[in-house]
């Protein structure tokens, strides 16, 4: 019911920018949460940052200070600011959603970002 589509990756230099967008669409109303979670080559994917209707956000250690999750007012697109990108950021990026009634989970496609001199 949910569909998310994910935009931004790109090659950048360490300690460069980039800002990843993910719009959502459908049964928007049922979204929970929204969030990022990225998986680099050879690793099990994992959280990068989470924020919720209420406002509230999460991120996990390696970016915290660095990036910065946010969305628009109709709760229907997320961003993900990435700043002083380094090598280890180097990821496919995967916007989600958290949906209720029933609870389940939509997956976008997934991004690529690559930092990288």
């Known amino acids: 019911q949910v569909q998310l589509v994910e935009s931004g990756g790109a090659l950048v230099q360490p300690g460069g920018s980039l800002r990843l967008s993910c719009a959502a669409s459908g049964s928007i109303f049922s979204i929970f949460s929204m969030g990022w979670d990225r998986q680099a080559p050879g690793k099990e994917r994992e959280l990068v940052a989470r924020?919720?209707?209420?406002?509230?956000?999460n991120y996990a250690d390696s970016v915290k200070g660095r990036f910065t999750i946010s969305r628009d007012n109709a709760k229907s697109t997320v961003y993900l600011q990435m700043n002083s990108l380094k090598p280890e950021d180097t990821a496919v990026y995967y916007c989600?959603?958290?949906?209720?009634?029933?609870?389940?989970?939509?997956w976008g496609q997934g991004t690529q970002v690559t930092v990288s001199s």
């Open positions: 989600n959603a958290l949906l209720i009634s029933p609870r389940r989970t939509a």
């Open positions: 924020i919720t209707n209420g406002g509230s956000t």
